[in-house]
């Protein structure tokens, strides 16, 4: 998870310094995901334009914590994404493809939830660590609030590849099996503070 966390920053470091020596006045933005904030996963985004439509965004979040020993749900997620702006960049409707890298360690989530083929409800039986990777395309609109202060709504839709090991309990690291999943369905949920530069 270390590894993964020290990834994250560092997308993110790259996102925001490669493109600063070349920006000028509402050409890049850095946000956070008022979902992800209420759910205390700690999270980040910068957002760089490239061409008077164009941008190139790359949102992170990290999630370490445990509720106790047996309750987990602990992950590493990067999702870089190239969006289109119909009117102004950092304004009004977008359309966007993103990309998705995640590590994570979910046990005993009490759930009956069942997307398009995926039963979530698993989740409460066994641990689960693996690795997602996949790609999506998400629709947003963004509020202009002030002169640098936007609201921004997005929602993605798309496919993962997860592949994991499959632990018997939610503290020990007695491993039951291994195995993969595609999963078809929601990508993407946001609803961005965005501060633009």
Same mark, same amino acid.
């Given at each position: !998870?270390r590894?993964?966390l020290?990834? =994250?920053?560092?997308?993110? =470091? =790259?996102?925001l310094?490669?493109?600063i ?6 050409? &890049?933005?850095?946000?956070?995901n008022i979902i ?5 996963t /700690?999270?980040?985004?910068?957002e760089?334009g490239?061409?008077p439509? &164009?941008? %190139?965004?790359i949102?992170g979040?990290y ?7 047996s309750?987990? &749900?602990k992950h590493v997620l990067?999702q870089?994404?190239?969006?289109? &702006?119909f ?6 409707h977008? /359309?966007?493809a993103?990309?998705?890298?995640g590590a ?7 759930n009956?939830?069942s ?6 409800s698993v989740?409460?039986? !066994?641990?689960?660590?693996g690795?997602?990777?996949?790609v999506?395309?998400a629709y947003?609109?963004?509020f !202009?609030?002030s002169?640098?202060?936007? =609201?921004?709504l997005e929602a993605g839709?798309?496919y ?15 491993k %039951?099996?291994?195995?993969t999943h ?8 946001? %609803?961005?503070?965005v501060f %633009?530069?």
């Open positions: !998870m590894t993964q020290r990834l =994250l920053l560092l997308f993110i =470091l =790259l996102a310094g490669g493109g020596s070349q920006v000028y006045a509402q050409d &890049w933005a850095i946000k956070t992800s904030d209420a759910t205390a /700690v999270n980040l985004g910068a760089i490239i061409a439509k &164009w941008s %190139v965004d949102s979040s999630n370490g914590w445990s509720k106790n020993e309750v987990k &749900w990067v870089p994404e190239a969006r289109y &702006w009117c102004d960049r950092f304004s009004r977008f /359309v966007g993103h990309l998705i890298y994570y360690n979910l046990a005993k989530i009490k009956n939830i997307i398009l083929g995926t039963d979530f989740l409460k039986d !066994m641990r689960y660590q690795y997602a990777y996949g999506g395309v947003g609109f963004a !202009m609030l002169k640098s202060i936007n =609201l921004e839709f798309g993962a590849y997860l592949d994991y090991d499959i632990f018997n309990c939610g503290g020990c690291g007695r %039951v099996s291994s195995d595609h999963y078809f369905g929601p990508t993407k949920a946001a %609803v961005n503070l %633009v530069f």
